[in-house]
């Protein structure tokens, strides 16, 4: 990962090969954003960029040589705004930095020389720097591999401030972890399978204060774990379920998260088209961003509880693969009619709520590629938030602001209720096809437990299906394929529990 240091240094007079600022658009021209660069450097740099006809946009990353003032290049990284940025542009900020570290691969030194005023704004930029400078490599083996950006000088006028120092050490955990999720997406579904990803779990949290317990499919089978056990029949790679515990003293609150980890999916069989396949290895998506903010989490000494759930399986068309018709029987006892086999993931994620909600904690939060309705509704790049309760939704909507990460509500609507009653078992999996985002989570709160006051417990569900995997090009602080959303606002929500 990109090595990070503070100064409180003009950026200009930083000895490094690569100087970066941030520019805003002004009537649609580039200007460099005044903060961390000597002023005459800013002139002569705004003065190059509109020789150039850089507009400042956002995304929009120039690179200039020969600038009076500076001795090697000049990397400008537009941001779209149109007036110096204020904390509340900390996202803005943060995009700019990522397209700029994206920009810098094989470069070993680079002087960030942006609007770094406040503590915020130092920190957005240091974790846009670090979200960018990202490479998945791990499979190429011929010819040369692009290396991140290795060392990043930071010029800061509260460099010194321990808020700003707290901070950004908290933006390297955080990246670390968001980086390994996104590895885990990234792998392909040959070398990433239930086994696998459970093994790989279980190292990385070698040595942390997180306990790792892995379910087989034979002690699944034991405590009726239909949806895992139901949904890998089909496969010869069987499923897992893996419990993350962690449990600090004086924990103030308690949290149980459950992720989506369908390590492929063929859709089973009821089969997916070849194209609907291409990227399914990304059906993982949840349960690596619910890992990895467990163990950002952890590594940052929350005092919050948490216990997670890791639904692993994968999805195929063996001899034994499950059937629509077939009803299976969840642990909580609940009869489930399957109706499409390729909605496979809300029947592991019911197997894990059920978990979950027996700990009893204070909120349950699932994280999913659930739907390709979410993704009609809202894009590429939005999760959709639904829940049982306004003040949780609102939550986790705050925490996913204050993270940057794009959210938007979505009702529970109980008028669709009706369309999953089942003649043969409790409920089946599926309901009608408009507003299926909606029967989706439905579906999900029924295996929702309900706390020692007989209410059902706090749930919030995020689908995930869009922002999970980028198959556009980069943008930001987004790379292609897995991009570990959802992995921050876990992070910001514990944090503001904390």
Request: a negative charge.
């Amino acid at each position: 990962m990109t090595t990070v240091t503070l100064t409180d240094r003009s950026a200009d007079k930083v000895s490094a090969p690569v100087l970066v600022v941030m520019t805003l658009s002004v009537d649609g021209k580039a200007v460099v954003s005044p903060g961390c660069v000597d002023a005459q450097v800013e002139s002569a740099i705004t003065e190059a960029l509109a020789t150039l006809g850089a507009a400042g946009a956002a995304d929009e990353v120039t690179k200039l040589a020969g600038v009076a003032g500076t001795s090697g290049l000049v990397v400008a990284a537009g941001s779209g705004l149109k007036t110096e940025p204020t904390d509340a542009d900390a996202e803005a900020v943060r995009r700019a930095a990522g397209s700029a570290a994206r920009a810098l691969n094989d470069v070993a030194h680079a002087s960030f020389g942006f609007p770094c005023t406040t503590t915020e704004l130092t920190v957005a930029t240091v974790e846009g720097l670090l979200f960018g400078a990202y490479e998945y490599t791990a499979y190429r083996v011929t010819g040369p591999k692009p290396k991140p950006l290795a060392k990043a000088t930071v010029a800061s006028t509260v460099a010194k401030a321990s808020g700003t120092k707290t901070g950004v050490k908290r933006a390297q955990v955080v990246a670390q972890e968001q980086a390994w999720a996104r590895d885990l997406v990234n792998q392909p579904p040959l070398d990433l399978y239930p086994a696998s990803f459970a093994a790989d779990v279980k190292k990385h949290f070698t040595g942390t204060e997180v306990k790792v317990q892995i379910t087989d499919e034979k002690a699944l089978a034991r405590q009726n774990c239909g949806g895992l056990v139901g949904v890998g029949r089909g496969s010869a790679r069987p499923p897992r379920l893996v419990t993350l515990t962690y449990k600090p003293a004086k924990a103030k609150a308690h949290i149980a998260l459950v992720g989506k980890g369908i390590t492929f999916d063929s859709g089973g069989l009821c089969i997916k088209p070849a194209d609907g396949m291409k990227t399914m290895k990304c059906d993982m998506a949840g349960a690596a961003a619910v890992a990895a903010a467990t163990a950002a989490i952890a590594a940052l000494d929350l005092p919050i509880a948490v216990t997670t759930y890791l639904c692993l399986a994968e999805n195929l068309t063996g001899s034994d693969a499950q059937r629509p018709g077939d009803v299976v029987t969840m642990p909580n006892g609940k009869t489930v009619e399957i109706i499409n086999t390729d909605a496979e993931g809300r029947l592991v994620m019911a197997d894990g709520l059920v978990f979950a909600s027996k700990t009893n904690p204070d909120a349950v939060i699932d994280v999913a590629t659930l739907t390709g309705a979410a993704v009609l509704s809202l894009g590429q790049r939005t999760t959709a938030v639904l829940s049982n309760t306004d003040a949780l939704r609102d939550e986790v909507l705050a925490a996913a602001g204050t993270a940057g990460e794009a959210m938007w509500p979505i009702p529970l609507l109980d008028e669709l209720r009706p369309s999953m009653k089942s003649q043969v078992a409790d409920v089946k999996h599926t309901g009608e096809r408009m507003g299926g985002m909606i029967t989706a989570a439905l579906f999900l709160r029924e295996f929702v437990g309900e706390s020692a006051d007989g209410e059902q417990l706090p749930w919030a569900h995020l689908d995930i299906a869009g922002p999970a995997f980028n198959e556009a090009g980069a943008y930001g602080y987004t790379p292609a394929g897995g991009t570990g959303h959802g992995v921050r606002t876990l992070v910001a929500l514990a944090e503001a529990r904390s």
